[in-house]
C-alpha cells in the first residue's frame, strides 16, 4: 500500500487522515476510525483481541491480500504433518501461538477483501476512489 | 556520581517493518538487561517449503516477506541453480542485476524518506511535513520520486515492483518491453538530483555511535548484490559455501528470530558493511560525484548506515542508467538441469545486508532448508549498540539527576533508541521465518 503513495499521496491526503499507520508514525493508543485497513492472518490470541479492537473501533474493515483473506501462506502450519508440528511445537508454546492460524473473516465481520498476493493494485484503486466518493456524499 | 534505576519497555517502535519491541533494565546507572525482541510471527518458511518442487522454491520463499520479496527470489533462484548445475547466462544475471538495483532504490528511499526523515526534522511523520516549506516540500516531493523510479525499474526488468513475476530458473519468462525502456532511463535520471540532496544531508547529519565491529558483505568488481565471496573488515575470505560454519547461532529466549555471532562477537552486514569494503568498486560516475562522501568511509559510526544507503541509492540508478542505456535484450531458451539432486547455497545481498539460503534437493523436491537473513545477524549487534548509547547517555547525565529519571529524560532515552533502531532499517518479516531452534 506505501508504494500506491508514490502516484497518489498529493491526492489522498486532502480526503484521507492516515491515524494509525505505523509505518507512518508512533501509535499509543487506537481511537475511533472510519476504514481500517488490515493485512495479515492472526496467529496469536494477542492478534484476535487486537484485531476485535479494531473492529470494534472502525466503521468498516477491509482485509487487504491473501494472508488476511485466506490465511495463506501463514496458514500453512495448519497442515503440517506430525513430524513438523513436533519441531514447531516447542516455539508455539513459548510465544504463545494460537492453534490454528486464521483469516480475517474467522474473527470478525469484514467489509470488503481487496485480493491477491501482492494485493490487486486496480482493486484497491477502485475501493480508495469510491470511498472518496462516499465521503463527498455523506 | 548519579544512581540511577529504570525498566524501560518499548512495544510496537513505529517506522520499522514489522513488529519489535524492547526491554531495558538499568540498575545504579548502568544497563544491566537489553533485550532487543523481534515480536513477529513465524511462518515457518523452511518447514513448510519441504516436500515442495525445487522450481517453485523462489516464488514460495519470496512470501517470507513483502518488502524483500524480490531478494528471496535472486537467492532461491541461486541455490537451485547452484544445486542443480545450472550457470545463468550474462543478460539473466544482468537483468536479475537491474531487478535488485530497483529493490536498493525502492527500498532505500522508503527507510530514508519515510522511516528516518522524521527523526532527521523533530517531526513525527513525513505526513507531518510543511508543505509551505521549501525544503520539507522538496523532500515530500523527492520522497515519492525517487521510490517510483525503482518501482518503475522493478516493474520493466522483474514484472512487478514485488514478488517479481518474470524472473525463473536460468531466465527470464518475458524480456523488457523496450517501447518502455526509455521511460525507466527517465524517472531514473530525473531521481538522480534528489538522491544528491539526500546524500548532502545525511553527509551533513551529527549523529554518531561509533564501535569497532567486524563487517561482513559479499565482494566483487562491480558491487552488483548477487555475486562474490563474502568478505570481512578482519580480512578473511569466505565462499558461500562456507560461509554458515562461521557464525555461531544463538538462542533467544525473548526474540522470534535467530541471532548468530561471527568469531563470538557480534557483526554488522548491510549498506555500511558493504561500503566500508567496497567502495572503491562503486559505479565510476557516482564515485566522481560524491568524493567528499566517500572519504567518510570506512566508517564504524552506525548512523552511516543511512548515508550507506543514499550512496547506494545513487549507485543503483547509475548502475542501471549505464545499463539501459547500452543494452539489447534478445530471447534466450531457459536452461534444463543437468541434475535433479544437490545441494545448493545462494548468497546475495538484501538490501539490509547478506542472505544467505541452503537449499537440498532430492528428485527435484525440496529436502531441506537454511535460511539466514540480514536482521537475525544484525541482531545482537543491535542489542550492543543499544547498551552502548545508553550507558553513554547516562553517564553524561547531571551528577544530580534523581534515581528514577523524569518524564523527559524517558522520552528522551526512548526516542534516542528508536532512532537508533531505525538506523538499522531492520526488517521483522524477513527475521522471524523459522530455524530449527530447541528451547530449553
Known sequence: MTELFNQHWQAWIKHFDFKYAKIFRPVKTLGSMDVAFVEGAISSVEQATKLKQIRSLAKQLVAIGACAIIGQPAAQRNDFDPTRLQEIQPILEKFHYADKVQPLADLVTVDHQIPGCPMDEQKFLDYINQLIINFKNE | ?440
Open chain 2, 1 to 440: 556520581m548519579h544512581k540511577v534505576n529504570l525498566d524501560l519497555s518499548l512495544k510496537d517502535i513505529s517506522k520499522i517493518e514489522g513488529s519489535a519491541g524492547l526491554d531495558l533494565k538499568i540498575e545504579a546507572g548502568q544497563v544491566t538487561q537489553c533485550h532487543f525482541k523481534i515480536t513477529e510471527y513465524k511462518r515457518f518458511y523452511t518447514q513448510a517449503i519441504r516436500g515442495k518442487a525445487a522450481i517453485a522454491a523462489p516464488a514460495l520463499l519470496a512470501r517470507i516477506c513483502g518488502t524483500c520479496s524480490n531478494a528471496h527470489i535472486m537467492a532461491a533462484l541461486e541455490a537451485v541453480e547452484n544445486a542443480l548445475k545450472i550457470t545463468p547466462s550474462p543478460q539473466t544475471m544482468t537483468l536479475r542485476r537491474l531487478i535488485i538495483n530497483g529493490l536498493i532504490i525502492r527500498d532505500h528511499a522508503l527507510h530514508l524518506y519515510i522511516f528516518i526523515l522524521p527523526d532527521l526534522f523533530n517531526q513525527d511523520s513525513l505526513l507531518d511535513f510543511d508543505d509551505q516549506d521549501p525544503q520539507q516540500h522538496q523532500l515530500l516531493h523527492d520522497t515519492f520520486e525517487v521510490k517510483e523510479s525503482g518501482n518503475q525499474l522493478s516493474i520493466l526488468t522483474g514484472g512487478r515492483s514485488v514478488h517479481a513475476p518474470l524472473p525463473q530458473l536460468s531466465g527470464f519468462n518475458k524480456l523488457p518491453d523496450s517501447t518502455k525502456t526509455k521511460p525507466v532511463i527517465a524517472k531514473l535520471t530525473a531521481a538522480r538530483p534528489a538522491v544528491l540532496r539526500l546524500i548532502k544531508l545525511f553527509h551533513q547529519c551529527s549523529w554518531n555511535l561509533t564501535r569497532p565491529i567486524p563487517y561482513l558483505a559479499t565482494q566483487n568488481q562491480d558491487y552488483n548484490y548477487l555475486t562474490g565471496n563474502i568478505v570481512s573488515s578482519d580480512g578473511v575470505n569466505i565462499p558461500p559455501e562456507q560461509y554458515r560454519s562461521q557464525l555461531k547461532h544463538i538462542q533467544l529466549d525473548y526474540s522470534q528470530a535467530s541471532a548468530y555471532t561471527y568469531k563470538n562477537t557480534s557483526y554488522m552486514v548491510g549498506a555500511l558493511a558493504r561500503l566500508n569494503l567496497n567502495k572503491n568498486s562503486l559505479n565510476p560516475t557516482t564515485q566522481k560525484d560524491i568524493p567528499q562522501t566517500l572519504k567518510l568511509f570506512p566508517s564504524h559510526n552506525v548512523y552511516h548506515n543511512n548515508l550507506a544507503q543514499a550512496i547506494e541509492i545513487l549507485n543503483a540508478i547509475d548502475d542501471s542508467l549505464a545499463i539501459l542505456k547500452t543494452t539489447t535484450f534478445k530471447p534466450e531458451p531457459l536452461l534444463k538441469p543437468t541434475q535433479t539432486s544437490g545441494e545448493g547455497f545462494g548468497i546475495i545481498e538484501a538490501p539490509r545486508g547478506i542472505l544467505y539460503h541452503h537449499l537440498t534437493i532430492d528428485n527435484q523436491i525440496i529436502k531441506d532448508a537454511e535460511i539466514l537473513v540480514p536482521t537475525g545477524q544484525n541482531q545482537l549487534n543491535i542489542e550492543s549498540d543499544i547498551q552502548l548509547l545508553v550507558n553513554q547517555k547516562l553517564k553524561n547525565l547531571p551528577a544530580q539527576t534523581s534515581a528514577d529519571l523524569s518524564e523527559k529524560l524517558k522520552q528522551e532515552l526512548e526516542h534516542d533508541i528508536e532512532v537508533l533502531i531505525r538506523s538499522y532499517d531492520p526488517c521483522m518479516s524477513c527475521a522471524a521465518h523459522f530455524l530449527k531452534v530447541k528451547w530449553s
